[in-house]
T-cell receptor, first 112, second 112 residues
Framework: KQEVTQIPAALSVPEGENLVLNCSFTDSAIYNLQWFRQDPGKGLTSLLLIQSSQREQTSGRLNASLDKSSGRSTLYIAASQPGDSATYLC???????????FGAGTQVVVTP | EAQVTQNPRYLITVTGKKLTVTCSQNMNHEYMSWYRQDPGLGLRQIYYSMNVEVTDKGDVPEGYKVSRKEKRNFPLILESPSPNQTSLYFCASSLGVTDTQYFGPGTRLTVL
């Protein structure tokens, strides 16, 4: 069974610093890996999806990489802002019925 | 606006009183699913639907029912709610099984 781990569980950085969020998974036979953002008491917002055949995806200040051989994905957020404060979740799909296996998330606080 | 909507957003009920949480998407997505989010347990899939009239169990289906009579709607039914079903529930949809999944705003359910 796929296990997804996100370390650290919490992270605090000053505004302007680059954020590096880690996600590791045990089963490299993934269909894709997706990064989400969750604000307190709110739903999940999809940030980036990396398909199994891709190495990275970029959107604005966000860049996500995928290394299946080492079972890792990294989300980079450039020049962090207080509005980036949220919990970031990664999730992978390893089966043909689309179930997302989530990590526990990294809670990020960006201080002004 | 492309979105997944859920109703109600908040619900407090008593043990044994049947309830339905509705989910609707306006993106013509084939795939829909339900998750619950609990502290310390993360997000877990309850049920999913590959397309109309095709549904199947996820990881934690006990105590829940679903139906998919129309492409856009995927209601979650709790026939006899119990306190252990107190949770934050999310509906999600995607074009296909391995495409970006979009989540609704969540329904916070409390069963007394």
């Amino acid at each position: 069974k796929q296990e997804v781990t996100q370390i650290p569980a919490a992270l605090s950085v000053p505004e302007g610093e680059n954020l590096v969020l880690n996600c590791s998974f045990t089963d490299s036979a993934i269909y894709n890996l997706q990064w989400f953002r969750q604000d307190p008491g709110k739903g999940l917002t999809s940030l980036l999806l990396i398909q199994s055949s891709q190495r990275e995806q970029t959107s604005g200040r966000l860049n996500a990489s995928l290394d299946k051989s080492s079972g890792r994905s990294t989300l980079y957020i450039a020049a962090s802002q207080p509005g980036d404060s949220a919990t970031y979740l990664c999730a992978s799909t390893t089966d043909s019925w689309g179930k997302l296996q989530f990590g526990a998330g990294t809670q990020v606080v960006v201080t002004p | 606006e492309a979105q997944v909507t859920q109703n109600p957003r908040y619900l407090i009920t008593v043990t044994g009183k049947k309830l339905t949480v509705t989910c609707s998407q306006n993106m013509n997505h084939e795939y829909m699913s339900w998750y619950r989010q609990d502290p310390g347990l993360g997000l877990r899939q309850i049920y999913y639907s590959m397309n109309v009239e095709v549904t199947d169990k996820g990881d934690v289906p006990e105590g829940y029912k679903v139906s998919r009579k129309e492409k856009r709607n995927f209601p979650l039914i709790l026939e006899s709610p119990s306190p252990n079903q107190t949770s934050l529930y999310f509906c999600a949809s995607s074009l296909g099984v391995t495409d970006t999944q979009y989540f609704g705003p969540g329904t916070r359910l409390t069963v007394l």
